[in-house]
């Protein structure tokens, strides 16, 4: 009787079976699992003792136990089962209707010393709340990996030693490669030749400080092609700083690195354009210097007359001297020099100023 009762009341939950599958007892903890009193349960036949599921998968579940069974009581061995869903009936008086619930069973065999099958022992054990708890970090799984794809930049992780262990489907689909590429770490190939010694440079940097890793660099995508993309990574730690992983991203920068370079040679042409312009400038000064002096210093009467008044410019100091005394620079000839008007000099000069023609007069003697 002492060992029956230390039987029962061992803290697992165990069915004890006839070679016909009749329920011979169990445990308190297997009452309480499946929400069943020993009288409802002592005698009857193990696999119609708990209703059929509604769904197609749970009789499937149970059909699995059956085989299992089946198997002991042809081989005499002990038979394992992975996870299976059964749900377990819920009392009139919480509701009725159906528990989900997950579990893992092993099948013992209790032979006599002749051999044959005397009992046979299930032993299950309740893991719905694992299974919830693996849904649930999946779900979270899913989540993240959903947020990751959803982004338009490419995003990565490493693990604390800088391997890659995530790639979002945006770098797959601009690289053109496949997550293989974790396997092989083979990413590096994506990077243009002359950026990986920095890459490896910097990485190896950051990996050994704890710090932050940042540069412009140039990924290669499906076509062949390189753009440049500003890639940044920074340390994920835990409550004790000690660092659980990287994650990075890259963010096209091509065009814009395009724009700015562009606008570098645009100024530099701007100021070589200045530079040549300002010498040319130069040149024409001293020239016009040059010619300056000699038109002052020539043994001629010269002077510059502007504009449809023809107005005095410029003249040199012979021609001064013809007038001497009269401030002519600024004035018309007209007004400057009206006896010279008078005598139809302007219309002359009205002349040469409209058709662009020369006029030569010679002093008659």
């Not at 704890?210 to 990574?233: A, C, D, H, P």
Request: with cysteine; hydrophobic share 35%; aromatic share 10%.
């Amino acid at each position: 009787m002492d060992s029956y009762k230390l039987l029962i009341n061992l803290p697992d939950t165990i069915v004890f079976l006839s070679p016909n599958l009749k329920v011979v007892d169990a445990t308190d903890e297997y009452l309480k699992a499946t929400m069943k009193t020993r009288e409802e349960l002592i005698g009857q036949d193990f696999l119609t003792t708990f209703p059929d599921n509604p769904s197609e998968l749970l009789s499937h579940n149970m059909m699995i136990v059956r085989d299992s069974l089946m198997r002991v009581i042809a081989t005499k061995d002990t038979d394992l089962l992975a996870t299976l869903r059964y749900d377990i009936p819920k009392p009139e008086s919480q509701g009725g209707g159906f528990e989900e619930r997950y579990w893992e069973a092993v099948h013992k065999p209790v032979v006599d010393e002749n051999g044959n099958l005397k009992y046979i022992i299930q032993r299950t054990s309740d893991v719905t709340q694992n299974v919830l708890a693996k849904r649930a970090a999946e779900l979270e799984e899913n989540k993240y990996r959903f947020m990751m794809n959803a982004l338009p930049q490419l995003i990565y992780t490493t693990d604390n030693t800088g391997r890659a262990t995530f790639f979002n489907q945006k770098w797959y689909d601009y690289t053109g490669t496949n997550p293989d590429i974790l396997a092989t770490n083979s990413w590096q190939s994506s990077i243009h030749p002359e950026d990986l010694p920095k890459v490896i440079e910097k990485v190896g940097h950051s990996l050994r400080n704890g710090t932050e890793f940042q540069m412009e660099l140039r990924v290669r995508n499906g076509k062949g092609i390189y753009r440049w993309f500003l890639t940044r990574s920074i340390p994920m730690r835990d409550e004790n700083n000690n660092i659980l992983m990287w994650v990075g991203s890259s963010v096209d920068v091509h065009n814009t690195r395009e724009m700015v370079f562009e606008l570098e040679q645009s100024h530099e042409q701007m100021v070589e354009l200045s530079e040549q312009v300002q010498q040319a400038y130069g040149k024409a000064e001293a020239e016009r210097k040059v010619l300056h002096n000699l038109i002052m210093k020539a043994p001629v009467f010269f002077c510059v007359l502007r504009g449809p008044e023809h107005r005095y410019e410029l003249m040199n100091e012979r021609y001064q001297k013809l007038f001497p005394n009269r401030n002519l620079i600024g004035q018309s000839v007209a007004e400057a020099l009206p006896e010279v008007a008078e005598q139809g000099f302007v219309k002359v000069l009205d002349e040469v100023y409209e058709t662009g023609r020369s006029l030569s007069r010679r002093k008659s003697r």
